[in-house]
């Protein structure tokens, strides 16, 4: 199967870098190499990744001097040594054959870019059909107006460059607007297979806000646009370390 280039980008993360890494240790396709791109992270999180060089041969630790999603996603492409990319954020967590469904799905469809459906397992009924109709939700606009998870999403090099990469202008839904540009040129879909990713955000933020925010936020940006401006904010920088 094809090599790919996995990109995950860090901000004081050193309790959870390390699951995503062992998961990816564990991994049935082992044809990658693993960018850690940390936003320059006040606590161990780089130290932490080092930890697994052993494990992960091709490993690289990339300290940034700024924060950023976007950026640091950009940093971590342009670091990319392999054409398929996989950018996934620290709190992720995959299933030992992850990978090797993932590129089955992607070379049998023959597509560019793809977005994962997210896991509920392990979770209250309650997250269970919040994250229900979250993945048809991403399912049905992937057809018309794609809306992305930027914590697992495939591309490859050629996509990334030819559409610029993501924009960090875009205050919040800079994933959904990195498909929705992808898509307009190159074959992009949902493919069947899910990961895990820590409820930390939805705990914090709350449910039901969280899931009012990103509704506001998709239907400004269909009729309106992008988010260019703070009427919202990226917390990437600001979620409490709970666990």
Excluded at 4 to 10: E, F, P
Excluded at 106 to 119: T, Y
Excluded at 152 to 180: Q, W
Excluded at 227 to 240: G, H, I, L, Q, T
Aim: neutral net charge.
């Amino acid at each position: 199967m094809t090599p790919l280039s996995i990109v995950i980008i860090t901000l004081n993360e050193e309790k959870r870098i390390g699951r995503l890494l062992e998961d990816l240790s564990k991994q049935s396709h082992q044809q990658y190499e693993v960018i850690v791109v940390d936003s320059n992270s006040d606590d161990n999180t780089c130290d932490v990744a080092r930890g697994f060089e052993q494990a992960l041969p091709s490993l690289t630790v990339h300290k940034m001097s700024q924060r950023g999603t976007s950026l640091g996603r950009n940093t971590g492409a342009q670091l990319a040594k392999h054409e398929r990319l996989l950018f996934l954020d620290a709190d992720v967590r995959l299933s030992p054959t992850f990978l090797t469904n993932a590129l089955y799905e992607l070379e049998s469809r023959k597509l560019d870019i793809a977005g994962a459906f997210i896991e509920a397992n392990d979770l209250s009924f309650g997250y269970k059909i919040g994250y229900a109709l979250f993945n048809a939700g991403l399912f049905t606009t992937s057809f018309f107006f794609p809306t992305a998870v930027g914590a697992c999403m495939f591309s490859t090099k050629r996509v990334h460059n030819e559409i610029g990469g993501f924009d960090p202008s875009i205050v919040l839904c800079d994933d959904c607007d990195y498909a929705n540009r992808a898509a307009k040129t190159w074959r992009y879909r949902i493919i069947p297979v899910r990961f895990w990713f820590d409820p930390r955000r939805l705990e914090q933020e709350g449910f039901i806000k969280m899931g009012l925010t990103y509704m506001k936020a998709n239907i400004h940006r269909f009729f309106m646009g992008e988010m260019r401006k703070k009427e919202m904010d990226d917390k990437f920088d600001r979620y409490n370390d709970a666990k």
